[in-house]
C-alpha cells in the first residue's frame, strides 16, 4: 500500500523562494497516487555525464514546487510499526521519486513503513546567499527537519509508530543523518536510531563563502549589491533560467554554511560534551566507493597536487596500496579520505589513534553502534562483482550501488541468485537494526570496539557469503587502518 505525492510543505517558490519551508495543512482531499516532480537538479562539473546517467535515468521531472513526501505500508491495517526515513544523496541533485527508492519491496518483505522525501538541493536549498540571515541559509536541513516533524504529527495515521523512526541516508544523504544527530539533544530528536552509509558531517570552518552565490547573481541579471532589493530581483528569475545557469560551465557549487542551528563547525566537540542526540547507529561505506569519482583519473601525481596541495607525494602513498596501479590507487584514496577517514575519524579519532585524544570516555560511546559496513563480493583486483552492476569501468561494490539490494528494487531480469539472495539478507539486517536498535541486526556483528586485538570490524559479504546466517565476516578493528597516520592530517578543516 503506497501514498505518493503527500505535500508537507507550501510551495517554495515565489516570494517563498530562499525561505524556511511553511508547514501544509489541509480538510481538502489529496491526490497520493503519484510520485511528485524532483526539486531542480544540478548536474555539473566533471563527471556530470555519468552522474546523470547513474542517478538520472531517465529524467524525472523537475519543478521548484517540489516539497512531498511518499509513504509505503505493508498492509492497510497496520498499527505500531517501527518507521524508516530515508534521506537521498547527490549533494546537489537527487529525488525521492527515483526507482531505486520505491519502498514496496522493502515494507512488504520487512512489515516496517517506510518514508521517502524531496528536500531542496544546490543554489534553492544551500544558497549561501548573503541576502539571507545566516540562519536562513541552509533551508534543504529545515526541508528535513519539517518532513521528521510530519512523520512525528501524522505517521500513526499509516500505521507506524512515531517513536519507533530510524533516519538512513547514502552519501550527502548519510551527512544530513550525521547533521541531524549533531543537531538534537539527547532525548529530543525525532528519531531513536540511524543508519549512515558513506558519508558523515565532519569539521567544517566557521567562515561562510557567497563567492558562488554572488558570482550567480550577477550571471543571472541581478547586479545589486546584496540585501533586499538583489534577494526581490532573484526572486523573480525564472527557475529555468537559474537551473540553465547552475548547469552550466561557470556555475559554483552551492554547499551548506555553519549556522551553528542545523551545521556546527566542530560536531565533535558536541559529541564529546553530550550535546547530541544519543541514538544507536551504524555507520560504514563500500569497498569501492571511491570507484565511481576515480573514473578516467590516472595521473597520481596530479590528482595528489590537487587534492593535497602538494604536500603530499606520489611515493609516500604508493607503499601503502601495495599491489594496486595508480588508477586503483586514486580510487582508492577517495574512499580512505572521503567515506572512510573522514567520517570516521570525525566520530573516533580522539577515542583512540589517528592523532587522536585518549580523554573521551567509552561511556560516552556505549549507547551507539559504530560498526563499518561493507557490502561486496571480492576484492577490487579480484574480479567483477555482479555484472548487471557494473555500470562504468572499475565499478566494483561502488558508491551508492547497496541501495537496489536494500530496497529490493534491483533489476530481477538480470539479477543472479547470490544478488537476490543478498537483497533479501541486508533488507533482513537493516530492518532487525530497526525494529530493535538496540540488538546487533545479526548474531555475529558485534559493537565496534577499536583496536588490535577486537575483533568487531563488520566486513558484509565480503567473500560471496550472501545468507543472513553467514554475512557477517568479523575481523580485526583496526585491519583498515594502514593508510590512516596520513590521512589524519587532513581531518580537521576549521579555520
Not at 563567492?211 to 532573484?234: E, I
Not at 565511481?292 to 587534492?307: H, M, N, P, Q, S
Request: net charge neutral.
Amino acid at each position: 500500500m503506497s501514498f505518493k505525492g503527500i505535500r508537507f510543505a507550501q510551495p517554495a517558490t515565489g516570494p517563498l523562494r530562499w525561505e524556511p519551508p511553511v508547514p501544509f495543512a489541509s480538510t481538502a482531499v489529496q491526490n497520493a497516487t503519484a510520485l511528485p516532480p524532483a526539486c531542480i537538479q544540478q548536474f555539473a562539473f566533471a563527471g556530470a555525464a555519468l552522474s546523470e546517467f547513474l542517478f538520472n535515468t531517465p529524467p524525472p521531472t523537475e519543478a521548484e514546487d517540489c516539497l512531498f513526501l511518499n509513504v509505503w505500508a505493508p498492509a492497510p491495517k497496520a498499527k505500531d510499526l517501527p518507521v524508516l526515513v530515508w534521506i537521498y544523496g547527490g549533494s546537489a541533485f537527487g529525488t525521492a521519486s527515483l526507482p531505486t527508492y520505491d519502498g514496496t519491496s522493502f515494507a512488504a518483505n520487512q512489515d516496517i513503513i517506510i518514508v521517502t522525501f524531496n528536500y531542496r538541493t544546490n543554489v534553492f536549498g544551500f544558497p549561501g546567499s548573503p541576502d539571507l540571515p545566516l540562519a536562513a541559509n541552509n533551508l534543504g536541513f529545515l526541508d528535513q527537519e519539517l518532513a521528521l516533524l510530519w512523520v512525528q504529527l501524522n505517521i500513526a495515521q499509516f500505521g507506524g509508530d512515531p517513536k519507533k523512526v530510524t533516519i538512513m541516508g547514502q552519501s550527502a544523504g548519510s551527512q544530513s543523518v550525521s547533521s541531524a544527530i549533531a543537531r538534537h539533544s539527547p532525548g529530543r530528536a525525532p528519531f531513536r536510531a540511524a543508519i549512515m552509509l558513506s558519508g558523515a558531517q565532519t569539521s567544517m570552518s566557521p567562515i561562510p563563502s557567497f563567492t558562488s552565490f554572488n558570482n550567480f547573481s550577477t550571471a543571472v541579471g541581478c547586479t545589486q549589491t546584496p540585501g533586499a532589493a538583489r534577494l526581490a530581483c532573484l526572486r523573480q528569475v525564472p527557475a529555468s533560467v537559474i537551473r540553465n545557469f547552475t548547469n552550466g560551465p561557470t556555475s559554483g557549487a552551492f554547499e551548506p554554511v555553519v549556522d551553528n542551528i542545523t551545521v556546527f563547525s566542530d560536531p565533535l566537540t558536541r559529541i564529546r560534551t553530550g550535546l547530541t542526540a544519543r541514538v544507536p547507529f551504524i555507520i560504514g561505506n563500500m569497498q569501492n566507493d571511491g570507484s565511481l569519482f576515480a573514473v578516467g583519473l590516472t595521473d597520481l601525481a596530479a590528482f595528489l597536487d590537487e587534492t593535497t596541495f602538494g604536500l603530499v607525494t606520489p611515493a609516500e602513498v604508493r607503499p601503502l596500496y601495495p599491489g594496486l596501479n595508480d588508477s586503483l590507487i586514486i580510487s582508492e584514496i577517495i574512499k580512505d579520505v572521503a567515506f572512510l577517514w573522514l567520517p570516521r575519524g570525525a566520530l573516533e579519532r580522539r577515542r583512540r589513534g589517528c592523532g587522536g585524544d585518549q580523554r573521551v570516555p567509552v561511556r560516552l560511546w556505549h549507547v551507539s553502534r559504530l560498526t563499518m559496513f561493507f557490502i561486496t563480493q571480492l576484492r577490487p583486483h579480484a574480479g567483477a562483482i555482479f555484472a548487471d552492476l557494473q555500470l562504468f569501468p572499475g565499478a566494483g561494490a561502488w558508491h551508492s550501488s547497496e541501495l537496489p539490494e536494500i530496497f529490493g528494487t534491483f533489476n530481477p531480469a538480470t539479477a543472479t541468485a547470490a544478488e537476490v539472495a543478498l537483497s533479501h539478507t541486508m533488507q533482513t539486517l537493516v530492518a532487525g537494526f530497526i525494529k530493535n536498535p538496540t540488538h546487533s541486526p545479526a548474531a555475529n556483528w558485534p559493537n565496534y570496539v577499536p583496536g588490535s586485538k577486537t575483533t568487531t570490524l563488520a566486513k558484509l559479504a565480503y567473500n560471496g557469503n550472501v545468507d543472513a546466517n553467514n554475512v557477517v565476516q568479523a575481523v580485526e578493528s583496526d585491519s583498515i587502518d594502514g593508510p590512516c597516520s596520513l590521512w589524519s592530517a587532513f581531518l580537521d578543516i576549521r579555520e
